[in-house]
């Protein structure tokens, strides 16, 4: 009906090599981490002052672990979801195209990258709440 335009292909038969992957995985991978650790950082800061005003320093030692383990399984679970995205494109796809297929496994090493950084900043600002008294 509309495949034929004056003998050239659509843009939708050239740009479709692969079965196209589900979108919502991709965008997982890379988004997930980030905003796990965003979670964690602002809602420690919030929870610490709140907390010590009300002299609760045992339930924010506790809250503040459930934080941290809650932002390392965010990137966790962004490692995973991006790690299945990558294994289910072929070794030789490249990343730097248009197709579907190019745009997930680039979108899946960008959210292995991601996870990977963002589970390292979450250990990173977790250190000096467990050092440092934080009521002090």
């Given at each position: 009906?509309?495949?034929?335009?004056?003998?050239?292909?659509?843009?939708?038969?050239?740009?479709?090599?692969?079965?196209?992957?589900?979108?919502?995985?991709?965008?997982?991978?890379?988004?997930?981490?980030?905003?796990t650790w965003a979670i964690d950082f602002t809602a420690g800061y919030a929870l610490?002052?709140?907390?010590?005003?009300?002299?609760?320093?045992?339930?924010?030692?506790?809250?503040?672990?459930?934080?941290?383990?809650?932002?390392?399984?965010?990137?966790?679970i962004g490692a995973w979801t991006s790690w299945s995205v990558l294994r289910s494109?072929?070794?030789?796809?490249?990343?730097?195209?248009?197709?579907?297929?190019?745009?997930?496994?680039?979108l899946a090493i960008l959210g292995l990258l991601s996870s990977g950084l963002f589970?390292?900043?979450?250990?990173?600002?977790?250190?000096?709440?467990?050092?440092?008294?934080?009521?002090?």
């Amino acid at each position: 009906m509309g495949s034929d335009l004056l003998g050239t292909q659509t843009d939708l038969a050239v740009r479709a090599p692969g079965p196209a992957l589900p979108v919502l995985p991709q965008w997982a991978g890379v988004m997930l981490p980030p905003a796990t650790w965003a979670i964690d950082f602002t809602a420690g800061y919030a929870l610490a002052g709140w907390l010590c005003r009300w002299q609760q320093p045992p339930l924010l030692l506790t809250s503040l672990r459930l934080l941290t383990v809650f932002a390392l399984g965010g990137a966790a679970i962004g490692a995973w979801t991006s790690w299945s995205v990558l294994r289910s494109t072929p070794d030789t796809t490249q990343t730097d195209g248009g197709s579907p297929q190019q745009r997930a496994r680039f979108l899946a090493i960008l959210g292995l990258l991601s996870s990977g950084l963002f589970a390292l900043s979450t250990i990173a600002t977790a250190i000096p709440r467990w050092v440092l008294h934080v009521c002090h």
